[in-house]
């Protein structure tokens, strides 16, 4: 649905989005990671048509949103960044309003109005003036406006933002539920979010895509995946250490934590070795030399990890 | 069929924009009392001994130079401050529609609260008998110089998100197209420069154009120039509406 090409955006001699390409497919949910100002705002503004790109096509639906702005701009439904709203309107009257430029008349606009609100969860607020509105409605009734047209694409600019934790957890059963229909893209601060909520992750970083992938993916980045944990008690640190790095399938140990008899380490794994378990061989060394084992386990990569680690400007990449 | 719609909408909602906050009945208020005061004092309506809206017509641009601005500053300043303008250009609408909705909006209110002095077109039918043809187009005069002020405060309303820069720049660019044609200025300019030079200084002013309509004579120069007035200035709000998004 929609397909992003070599995009570029310079503000001044300033590159605010630096040779972006991507494309999201009917029932996807891609997340936008990146830290503020890596470009995922200036991003969402090209492919909606708010700003023309430098140089670079994107295609909506198959229509070029320079080209043919208004068919590519049907297709989609926008939730800007602060999820804005007219100050003095009602959110009944705001709703309706979006209705009509989208072009829903008489019945079909009235229950276009009535879904976006029982969606929403605006039922309580719905005469209300948009002003006089708490910020999580006031977001919500953003979110109600870009849904307002059960649009093929959706594009939201950080929808949580804003929401305490039960709005949070019901916005992303919505994009969840929507999204099997439709293809939607979404950027957001919060790595659980996208954990629980996209297929796909990108990750954009002054201006470039730094990683491109399923959460899953992301994860096998993160400099501790697949490590093996072990609190060990009674056992110097050093003899673990020792013992650990007689394992042909570790690459190196690290000590965690050592006090009172207790040591917590890790053992990182050879990732040249493919085919190897690590836990396997840490359990057998630890049978083998009856060490008393409080808790081992395969440590999962943390997204956070993968984003500091991607992100930061003096890490190594590569890991 | 589409634009025109789209066009309605938005004429809509910002009508319906100025009547849900008290603003709209406090201008019509303001409004009326003005063009009252105007046109029965400081114009001395009834010392004139003439059956003739003369009074009344001849305050206006004075009085459009700060009530016009005032209605028009936050036509896009607003729209800016409240981010909304992202909502309404990604909306399938063309700049030029919600342009064109936005100015309509604000002129139809203007050409409402024009409407409502029609006591004073009674009053002088009632006291004596005035040319009405005389009365209509200074009424057409009016509501065209309404929209030319109008216009140019939609440009400069579109220039910053800070509404009272956008009025204070929308008064001065109407106060100077007051002035090029306003007697002092023009005699005091004629002292030292030709007549061809003051005639076409006079030329770019609302006074000169203005002044047809009051007599009850309709140049199509005079229509000409507020509807290239009007037209020049919205192509410039589209321009720079355009050149804040390309950034």
């Known amino acids: 649905m929609i397909q992003v090409e070599n995009l570029v955006k310079a503000f001044g001699p300033k590159l605010a989005v630096n040779n972006i390409s991507f494309a999201v497919a009917r029932g996807e949910v891609l997340g936008f990671l990146g830290p503020n100002g890596a470009g995922k705002s200036t991003t969402m503004r090209m492919v909606t048509g708010f700003i023309p790109p430098t140089s670079g096509t994107i295609r909506v639906g198959g229509f070029d949103v320079l080209e043919t702005p208004l068919p ?9 960044e602060n999820a804005p709203g007219y100050a003095d309107m009602t959110v009944q009257g705001f709703l309706s309003f979006a209705a009509e430029l989208r072009g829903l008349r008489g019945a079909a606009r ?28 006031k977001h919500r009734t953003g979110l109600a406006q870009s849904l307002i047209h ?33 293809a939607i893209v979404f950027s957001t601060h919060i790595l659980e979010e996208v954990e629980a909520v996209c297929s796909r992750v990108i990750i954009i970083d002054r201006g470039r895509i730094v990683a491109n992938g ?38 190196n140990t690290e000590v965690l934590r050592d ?17 190897v378990s690590l836990i396997r061989d840490v359990a057998e060394l630890a049978a083998q030399q009856k060490w008393q084992l409080d808790e081992l386990r395969t440590e999962e990569g943390r997204l956070d990890e993968v984003f500091r680690a991607i992100t930061l400007p003096d890490t190594v990449k590569g890991h | 069929m589409n634009a025109w719609s789209n066009i309605k909408a938005i004429v809509k909602r910002e009508l319906g924009g100025y009547f849900t906050s008290p603003i709209a009945y406090v201008f019509l208020i303001i409004f009326l009392l003005l063009t009252g005061f ?111 002020y109008l216009a140019i405060t939609s440009m400069t309303s579109a220039m910053t998100r800070n509404q009272v820069i956008s009025f204070i720049v929308a008064v001065l660019i109407c106060l100077f197209l007051i002035l090029a044609g306003y007697e002092p200025v023009t005699g005091l300019l004629s002292r030292f420069a030709s007549a061809r ?37 919205l192509f410039t709000t589209g321009v720079i509406i355009r050149s804040h998004r390309a950034g």
């Open chain 2, 38 to 148: 105007f046109t029965f004092t400081v114009g001395s309506f009834f010392e004139r001994g003439e059956a003739s809206l003369v009074s009344f017509f001849t305050w206006h641009p004075w009085l459009y130079l700060f009530l016009v601005p005032a209605v028009g500053m936050r036509l896009w300043s607003e729209e800016r401050r409240l981010g909304t303008i992202e909502l309404l250009l990604t909306m399938p609408v063309t700049t030029w529609q919600a342009l064109v909705g936005k100015f309509l909006a604000s002129w139809l209110f203007l050409a409402l609260a024009l409407a409502l002095t029609f006591p004073v077109a009674i009053t002088v039918n009632y006291l004596g008998n005035p040319d009405n043809g005389v009365i209509f187009t200074g009424y057409v005069g009016s509501v065209l110089l309404a929209g030319a």
């Open chain 1, 72 to 80: 590519a701009k049907r297709l989609i439904g926008y939730l800007p």
């Open chain 2, 197 to 233: 030079v003051v005639d076409l200084v006079a030329a770019f002013s609302v006074m000169t154009h203005f002044e047809g309509f009051q007599r009850g004579v309709v140049d199509l120069r005079d229509i000409v120039f507020f509807a290239s007035l009007m037209g020049f200035a």
């Open chain 1, 110 to 137: 009235r229950s276009a109005v009535d879904r976006a609100v029982e969606l929403c969860f605006l039922e309580n607020v719905r005469y209300q003036v948009i002003d006089t509105l708490s910020k999580g409605y």
């Open chain 1, 259 to 275: 006090d009172e008899g207790t040591v917590e380490i890790r053992a990182y794994p050879d990732k040249t070795r493919a085919g």
């Open chain 1, 150 to 182: 059960d649009p093929d694409v959706l594009i939201m600019d950080e929808p949580t933002d804003g929401l305490d934790p039960n709005q949070k957890h019901e916005v992303r059963n919505l994009i969840k539920r929507m999204g099997s229909k439709k």
């Open chain 1, 214 to 251: 399923t959460p899953d993916e992301l994860k096998a980045r993160a400099p501790n995946s697949g490590a093996a944990w072990l609190r060990v008690k009674g056992v110097p640190a050093a003899a673990l250490t020792e013992a650990l790095s007689g394992i042909s399938s570790a690459a």
